[in-house]
């Protein structure tokens, strides 16, 4: 498959928080790397996603589990920065990572949710990118009329956004398409979407 690349930066309002490539197993828990703080009390709920950083490594080796042992640590998987966005509005998280476009739709008007962005987790660069089945095209103008897979209200959304307006195109001509890492490299592969943009070093989430 042909890729083209987009750049953006990730902000995250966790500054501890867990993504992991793989399926929800947990390695071997390891003692806190600090000292371990008994006041800390109460349940915490951590949205996370599964984006390759070091918040893996937080959630695998339950690190807050261990560095706050009287707390409850609930860790709570989201396919995209719009659904953790939408899990803070209604409520069932306190603490997630989104991206920049989500974080930013969430502290703005309508929603102007009480949130606030407590840390960049990480400048993502060309992660973000546009995967093509093979013959389909070789740049922006040759995806027009065709289905691109992206989680909508994400980081990856407004990137591709961004792309058709740089390509001097416009949007209306083009066809977003809702999904989500595991469908669409599934439906891509069958044919039934023609790309899909993403972020990772495998932006279809094998």
């Not at 750049?7 to 197993?25: F, I, K, N, W």
């Not at 920049?100 to 703005?108: C, G, H, I, M, Y």
């Not at 103008?141 to 691109?148: E, I």
């Amino acid at each position: 498959m042909s890729r083209l690349t987009a750049a953006t930066v990730l902000a995250a309002v966790l500054p501890l928080s867990a993504c992991s490539l793989g399926e929800d197993e947990q390695a071997t828990a390891s003692d806190c790397p600090w000292k371990a703080d008994e006041s800390v009390t109460g349940t915490v709920r951590i949205g996370y996603q599964k984006i390759p950083n070091g918040d893996v490594v937080v959630k695998d080796q339950k690190i807050l589990e261990n560095c706050l042992p009287k707390a409850t640590i609930e860790w709570n998987n989201f396919a995209s920065g719009g659904d953790v966005v939408q899990a803070f509005g209604a409520g069932s998280i306190d603490i997630g990572l989104a991206g920049s476009s989500p974080s930013t739709k969430a502290l703005s008007a309508p929603l102007s949710l009480p949130v606030k962005v407590i840390w960049i987790h990480d400048v993502i660069g060309e992660a973000e990118s546009l995967v093509v089945r093979d013959g389909v095209a070789t740049d922006i103008k040759g995806l027009k009329g065709k289905t691109v897979a992206t989680p909508f209200g994400s980081t990856a959304h407004y990137s591709l956004l961004q792309a058709i307006a740089d390509a001097g195109e416009d949007p209306a001509d083009y066809k977003p398409g809702q999904q989500r890492a595991r469908a669409d490299r599934a439906r891509l592969g069958q044919g039934r979407h023609r790309c899909r943009l993403g972020v990772g070093p495998d932006p279809l989430g094998a």
